[in-house]
């Protein structure tokens, strides 16, 4: 990609995150965007269709980066290493993803964090029909079982509401999903 374009882009998102994170829930204007940003309106729409298109590339780059991540690994290390899918969705929320943070802990933004994680989920089943030979019914339910619950515990201690040790939290998780997954019905090798 051109220096150039990076640099807008760089503008670009620099502007918004600073715009959303110091007014959540405030719309924010295309005005307001490019004034922060040092830029005029026409190079936005260069890039962008507009302001929800905007919100849509973050919801995009947020799901690709989370379901990498996810996928680094076979999906049968998931099932012999505990906790290793909580550790890879704490490791993402905690490296360099301010941003992803503040919307998952933001009330304003579940919508979008509702968006992220369904994405998630739906290519997660996808890799577990293929890998574990799921139904899709089975596989996206598992998928969304477990991508939910994951971020919903994250969530509970970014927000300071639980105040257990981070072991013992994890301990805690992990058997959580794990006894929710067998519930459901799912060998799950102990």
Partial sequence: MDKRIEKTH??????????????????????ELTQKANINRKTFYLHYDSIDDLWQSYVD????????????????????????????????????????????????????ISQILRQVAGAMAKVLQRERHYTA???LMIATFSVNNMVAMLRLQLNGDTHMP????????????????????LEIPD
């Fill in 166 to 185: 981070p072991e013992e939290a994890r301990k805690k998780i992990l058997t959580l999903t794990l006894d929710g997954l067998k519930g459901m019905g």
């Fill in 10 to 31: 760089a503008a670009i998102k620099s502007a918004f995150e600073d715009l959303v994170m110091a007014n959540p829930g405030k719309r924010i204007s295309v005005s």
């Fill in 137 to 139: 019914d089975d596989a």
């Fill in 61 to 112: 780059e947020i799901s690709d980066d989370l379901f990498s991540r996810l996928t680094a690994r076979p999906s049968d290390v998931y099932l012999r290493e505990r906790g290793l899918l909580l550790t890879v969705f704490a490791d993402f929320f905690s490296s360099n993803r301010k941003f992803a943070s503040f919307l998952l802990t933001s009330n304003e933004y579940g919508g979008l």
